[in-house]
């Protein structure tokens, strides 16, 4: 983060350093020679006041918040796409924030989030296809827990590995994820129920 010797009467914009690996140094430690700034600037006022009088000297604009409740209707087992549905309970409220943060947290401890690919639908079988062999489930299983159903613990653990919350960057409106990034709900239940996500906005 930098800073001037004095400090100005607004608040100084937040620079990331990210540092780019160059050829040279592929097979060594990434020297801290090429880097690039992420700049995400504290507003004083919005774009749309522009041409208003100047905020008075030490104004920094007040955070923003948002919450929405989504409850995705019962899944299959299995990994599913659910950005899209995310994205319709959040629009309207995310299109006011220029640069923040999304949290989504899941209610649910036999379920699980997770970022991954959003083209190849393979993916998703292939992720399914190694929770189910890394974790065993049947009658030889170790788990004493079994009051549930025989899925029921392999799916917590499931939950665990993959985690029941996600942050994601807010940027000029938008979710700034990946190119080929999508939000995943993983449903680890043969006989799957509704689940609920809390969608937190915070930001400017």
């Not at 995310?94 to 036999?110: N, P, R, W």
Request: glycine share 4%; proline share 9%; charged share 15%.
């Amino acid at each position: 983060m930098q800073s001037a010797a004095t400090a100005p009467a607004l608040a100084p914009p937040v620079f990331l350093a990210l540092t780019l690996p160059t050829a040279a140094s592929a097979s060594a430690r990434p020297r801290r020679t090429a880097r690039a700034a992420v700049r995400c600037e504290l507003a004083a006022a919005a774009a749309s006041s522009a041409a208003a009088a100047p905020a008075a000297p030490g104004f920094v604009a007040a955070p923003r918040w948002a919450q929405r409740t989504v409850v995705i209707p019962p899944q299959r087992r299995g990994c599913h796409i659910i950005t899209h549905k995310i994205m319709h309970a959040i629009r309207s409220d995310l299109s006011e924030f220029k640069c923040g943060l999304a949290h989504l947290f899941l209610h649910h401890t036999s379920a699980s989030l997770t970022l991954n690919e959003n083209y190849d639908p393979d993916v998703q079988i292939d992720t399914e296809t190694f929770l189910n062999r890394v974790v065993p489930e049947g009658p030889s299983a170790p788990w004493r827990h079994t009051i549930e159903g025989p899925d029921d613990m392999p799916a917590h653990i499931k939950s665990s590995m993959f985690g029941c919350a996600l942050t994601i960057p807010i940027t000029d409106g938008r979710l700034n994820m990946g190119t080929w990034q999508g939000i995943w709900l993983c449903e680890h239940r043969d006989d799957p129920t509704p689940r609920t996500i809390v969608i937190t906005l915070s930001g400017i």
